[in-house]
């Protein structure tokens, strides 16, 4: 045995150390990169529990009871016809019905307001069968009892109110409305739109 000469370095073994080494480390970047998605979908996809806010809609006074009036239509009898429109100081329900072949007319008059769900609150000022007033729980009693409403309309004749819940509105795409604005001085209606999360 020759004893070893210190200063003398076996370069080829060094060299293919440092190959082998790149090589292996090379081979576990590009394995990582390969096993690692591009981008994190969770953080693109936001999952909501919430719906989702997908427009507003503005009107004013005399677009608002356009759509009233053509909404109603499928709830008018020959007994009872009826029509909802607002003024610039409150919201009124104008109807009439037939007793013994006289028609009679019956006004209620509203005061709108917004609740924090987004209904339509309708407060009862005032019922009157031409000019004479009524008891209010009374006539919401037997409206409510005797005749046909929208399904997302609640009537509470104790506390002389009508809700209107837009978000109970029913169709195809899953949309509803929340009050947003009832401004009626102003002229002013703003309903946001969501949709149902699914």
Do not use: H
Not at 38 to 51: A, H, I, Y
Not at 141 to 150: D, R, T
Not at 152 to 178: C, H, M, P, R, W
Request: aromatic share 12%; hydrophobic share 35%.
């Amino acid at each position: 045995m020759r004893p070893r000469k210190a200063g003398n370095l076996n370069i080829w073994k060094w060299l293919f150390l440092a190959q082998l080494a790149l090589l292996i480390g090379c081979g576990i970047v590009l394995y990582t990169r390969i096993q690692t998605d591009r981008e994190d979908l969770t953080k693109l996809v936001q999952t909501s529990t919430e719906d989702t806010k997908v427009g507003t809609f503005s009107t004013n006074r005399e677009q608002l009871n356009q759509t009233l009036t053509n909404y109603l239509k499928e709830y008018q009898t020959e007994e009872f016809s009826y029509q909802l429109f607002v003024t610039s100081q409150q919201v009124v329900f104008e109807g009439s019905y037939q007793i013994f072949g006289v028609t009679i007319p019956l006004y209620i008059y509203f005061q709108p307001s917004k609740i924090e769900d987004g209904s339509i609150l309708l407060r009862i000022t005032e019922i009157s069968v031409g000019s004479l007033s009524l008891p209010k729980a009374e006539v919401l009693a037997y409206l409510q009892k005797n005749y046909k409403l929208p399904a997302f309309v609640k009537i509470d004749s104790e506390q002389a109110q009508v809700q209107v819940q837009l978000t109970e509105l029913k169709n195809k795409f899953g949309l509803y409305g929340k009050a947003n604005t009832i401004d009626l001085y102003n002229d002013q209606f703003i309903v946001d739109i969501y949709r149902k999360r699914q």
